[in-house]
């Protein structure tokens, strides 16, 4: 299986700072990777796919880079909403691997 | 546009069995420009995908689980579904049906049904 390694588990920031998360997995997935937010209670929704793709309707402060094992996802001017937990996810490769999230908390 | 929903028990007693069902709005599920997924979060803790559904009736199961899940598609009712026998508490989790969409570099997992609670207890 295809390990995600997430990190940081957890970050904290204020409104109007710029975010980094970082997503490496344990073998080569080209570019195949997305980018989910999950608001507390509610179900996941897509940002990016395909690594850097902006899922139609995503706020352009979202955007994703990387290829192969290294993937960031960049949060330009944290807006109060995107505070949520963030998911990485792999679908090279059966079984599909999640990261293990994200929490990023108003500091 | 297209809505995903989950229906099924919110309570199911260890051992037995868990069934869910997704209802498929606004787009056909007889298409092979979809694949349908479940995905699962116990609570408090991270997302696990369980099983992607083709067209063509292909199946992928998450190997730790393989041993204990059926999957199906129903045209007529344009719905497809889930079954987990022998369930434990390690099983209550939010349970959501996915759709992604078979094209080339369209990612997966696009659009998610908002998730129903299940609850493994006695």
């Known amino acids: 299986d295809i390990q995600m390694t997430q990190s940081p588990s957890s970050l904290s920031a204020s409104v109007g700072d710029r975010v980094t998360i970082t997503c490496r997995a344990s073998q080569d997935i080209r570019k195949d990777l997305g980018w989910y937010q999950q608001i507390a209670g509610k179900a996941p929704k897509r940002l990016i796919y395909a690594a850097s793709t902006l899922q139609s309707g995503v706020p352009s402060r979202f955007s994703g880079s990387g290829s192969g094992t290294e993937f960031t996802l960049t949060i330009t001017s944290l807006q109060p909403e995107d505070f949520a937990t963030y998911y990485c996810l792999q679908h090279n490769t059966y079984p599909r691997t999640f990261g293990q999230g994200t929490k990023l908390e108003m500091k | 546009q297209l809505q995903l929903q989950e229906s099924g028990p919110g309570l199911v007693k260890p051992s037995e069995t868990l069934s869910l069902t997704c209802t498929v709005s606004g787009a056909s599920i007889d298409t092979s420009a979809y694949y349908w997924a479940w995905i699962r979060q116990p609570p408090g803790k991270g997302l696990e995908w369980i099983a992607t559904?083709?067209?063509?009736?292909?199946?992928y199961y998450t190997p730790s689980l393989e041993s204990r899940i059926t999957t199906s598609i129903d045209t007529s009712r344009n719905q497809f579904s889930l079954t987990l026998t022998s369930v434990t508490a390690a099983d209550t989790a939010t349970y959501y049906c996915?759709?992604?969409?078979?094209?080339?570099?369209?990612?997966?997992?696009?659009?998610w049904g908002q998730g129903t609670l299940v609850t493994v207890s006695s």
């Open positions: 996915v759709r992604s969409m078979m094209i080339t570099y369209a990612g997966e997992f696009d659009n």
């Open positions: 559904l083709y067209h063509s009736g292909s199946t």
